[in-house]
């Protein structure tokens, strides 16, 4: 996954001069301008942690910012945090970031032995696109930070259409990617822990991490109000699927559902 650290980096030095060109000979001047804030938050059923056969109800917020009033085009619940620094309409990229969850040896008894893992974070960068008027792909690239010292790929490509005026369906496949680290942070079972929890011992490569697809109903309440009723299911695959934790105590087949509630905010920096 050394090349997913170069793309990282590049990634991020590609952005410092869009924006630095943007802002002409004033270094702050790319701040200036109309601007927009979203925040909200989500509630849904979801695996009690990564590969588990057990669910359980978890709240997470949503937070967007990004220049031009209008905002971005789509939105996704898969949309992690994001701060758009360049947005021509049909292109958008920027850095990304998402929170991560704790999960500790004794939320299932098949964790036991493995140790706590922190609540941190990851934080990279992201990039979307529209290939028509109706579709949308968006790439990010994230590394952890606190919680696993690894790094994460998410790839999603929906379709929308607008029913009504207020109303928009939506969908598409997904796919995931991550590094050996990471994998050993949630998936690898080491001697002790095997020892404890009686699951094999495995240690991960790096690789695809899940396939999947997932979709929204989402409803304009307001001009600045949104909510949505979503739904995703998810695959896993490679050194995830062939995890001990997985073939002996868990479930390859992970679904999502829940509802969300974002507000947007305009403002004006001059």
Do not use: C
Request: hydrophobic share 40%; proline share 4%; no cysteine.
């Amino acid at each position: 996954m050394r090349r997913s650290n170069r793309f990282l980096i590049l990634g991020l030095a590609a952005l410092m001069p869009a924006t630095g060109a943007a802002a002409g000979d004033d270094p702050m001047g790319w701040l200036k301008g109309d601007w927009y804030l979203t925040v909200g938050a989500t509630g849904m059923v979801m695996p009690k942690f990564d590969g588990s056969k057990d669910y359980m109800f978890r709240a997470s917020p949503i937070v967007s910012l990004g220049k031009a009033g209008e905002g971005p085009r789509f939105t996704s619940r898969n949309d992690n945090i994001s701060l758009s620094l360049i947005d021509d309409g049909n292109i958008r990229a920027g850095a990304t970031g998402k929170f991560i969850f704790g999960r500790d040896d004794g939320d299932a008894s098949e964790l036991e032995g493995w140790g706590d893992i922190p609540f941190g974070g990851e934080a990279g960068v992201f990039m979307e696109f529209y290939p028509t008027d109706w579709m949308r792909v968006r790439a990010e690239a994230r590394h952890g930070i606190k919680s696993h010292n690894g790094l994460v790929g998410d790839l999603s490509i929906d379709a929308f259409r607008d029913v009504t005026e207020t109303v928009r369906i939506s969908g598409g496949p997904r796919l995931s990617l991550a590094s050996s680290k990471y994998f050993d942070a949630y998936y690898g079972v080491d001697a002790a822990a095997s020892a404890v929890s009686g699951l094999s011992e495995y240690k991960p490569g790096g690789g695809l991490k899940s396939l999947g697809v997932g979709g929204a109903v989402t409803w304009k309440t307001t001009d600045q109000l949104t909510t949505s009723l979503f739904g995703e299911y998810a695959r896993l695959m490679g050194p995830a699927a062939d995890s001990s934790l997985v073939k002996e105590a868990g479930s390859r087949d992970q679904f999502t559902a829940g509802v969300s509630a974002a507000y947007k905010f305009d403002f004006t920096i001059d």
